[in-house]
Every structure is written in structure tokens, then in C-alpha cells.
């Protein structure tokens, strides 16, 4: 299987990449930087794409699934801690449909609003970009993550609904779920909440 990582030079998608390679997928790491190639290709992408202006046409050729992992800032405070571009995920969602590609799993947040002063494609209703998902008659999953931290994983998680959003998880047990739920039809057409906890991971799903 060729899985396209978009957002592969987030600190997730790092993750996301040796997870992959671990499993012998060939993985296309999509990123926005050029300067970041060398490191892409260290963690074991077999291709390395940029996308300029959201364009995934060639991005996504002979790709059989993608994984969007949206954007995390530790900057950006403790209630904003995952900020999601809208345009982005419209447009890799409709270029995974022209190019056939049926999975799709999505990296969103449990925190559904996130509100800022300044006029921002990237801060909105989450809801907006699972919903649309949802609604686009692809093999989804959705994962929402709580508060993502720097530390090393421990390979259990707790899911449900509802989850506090005082939570936090780290950001390679998030890489490892979204890897875990690729093939595992348990988790298709579902979305999940998820946070650190004390169910391994293969058996959370």
C-alpha cells in the first residue's frame, strides 16, 4: 500500500513516517518546505513531495490512502493546541476522489471550536473538516487527539466520547494510532476521541 502522509513534517507526521516504514509501507511525505526533503527521506519516505498553493494533483498519483495530519503549534496556547487549515483539507479530499483514492484518515482535535482574534483559514469549527469528510462517501476514520505533548509514547491509549479536554497524549502514541487504524476495519467510517490511557493500542481498535 502507497499512503500519502500530508503534513509530514509536523512532529506527528514524523512519527507517522517511521511508523509506516516499521510496517513496510511505501509512504509519500507530502510537505510545504523544500529544505526539509533530506529529513523526510532519513525517516524513510520513499518520495517526497511539496504542495505550493494546496495543489495535490501529482501529490497523490498511485496513492492508495492518505493520512492528514493537521497542523499542532505549541505557540499557539493551551486551548489552541491543533489548528486545522480548511482549504487544505477540501482540496486533499477532492483530489484523493479524483485520483480514486478511497481511505482517508484525518488527525483533527477533540477541542470542536477554536476561536481567535485575527481572520485566520486555519482557526474555526473543527467540526467543519470532519463533517465535510464525513459527508464525502470516503472510507474515513477521524481521530481527535487531546492536548499533543513532547514525550515518549507508551503505547496505550483510552477512546470515547466526551473525552475531558484537560487530556493530554503524546504525539507518537497519536502516530501510532493513526498507523493502527490504516487497515483495521473496526475503525472505518468511525471517528475517535482519543487521550492517554491505559488500553493498548492494537486492542483499543
Known amino acids: 500500500m502507497k499512503v500519502a502522509v500530508v503534513g509530514a513534517s509536523e512532529s ?10 516499521k510496517k513496510e509501507y511505501e ?35 498511485g496513492c492508495d490512502a492518505v493520512i492528514y ?31 480514486g483514492i478511497d481511505r482517508f484518515i484525518l488527525m483533527s482535535a477533540i477541542r470542536a471550536h477554536e476561536q481567535e482574534d485575527s481572520d485566520s483559514r486555519t482557526i474555526g469549527d473543527k467540526h467543519e473538516a470532519d463533517e465535510l469528510l464525513q459527508q464525502e462517501h ?9 492536548h499533543l505533548v513532547d514525550k ?14 484537560d487530556g493530554e497524549i503524546s504525539k507518537e502514541d497519536v502516530a501510532a494510532v493513526l498507523v493502527e487504524v490504516l ?7 468511525k471517528t475517535f476521541e482519543i487521550t492517554a490511557g491505559e488500553t493498548p493500542i492494537k486492542e483499543a481498535f
Do not use: C, W
Not at 506527528?12 to 516504514?21: A, D, P, Q, R, W
Not at 499542532?72 to 476522489?97: Q, R, T, Y
Not at 470516503?138 to 487531546?146: A, D, F, G, M, Q
Not at 487497515?183 to 467510517?189: G, H, I, P, Q, V
Open 12 to 21: 506527528v507526521g514524523e512519527h507517522v513516517l517511521m511508523e509506516l516504514k
Open 183 to 189: 487497515n483495521n476495519e473496526s475503525a472505518f467510517y
Open 152 to 165: 515518549s509514547g507508551i503505547g496505550t491509549i483510552q477512546t470515547g466520547k466526551g473525552l475531558s479536554t
Open 138 to 146: 470516503l472510507n474515513y476514520t477521524i481521530v481527535r487527539p487531546s
Open 69 to 99: 495530519i493537521s497542523g499542532s503549534s505549541h505557540k499557539a496556547g493551551g486551548n489552541k493546541s491543533v489548528l486545522i487549515d480548511h482549504d487544505e483539507v477540501i482540496k486533499s479530499i477532492n483530489e484523493a476522489k479524483n485520483h
Open 27 to 61: 509512504t509519500v511525505a507530502v510537505i510545504s518546505e523544500n529544505n526539509r526533503k533530506p529529513d523526510m527521506e532519513k525517516l524513510g519516505a520513499a518520495q517526497v513531495a511539496v504542495s505550493i498553493d494546496h495543489d495535490f494533483y501529482d501529490v497523490f498519483s
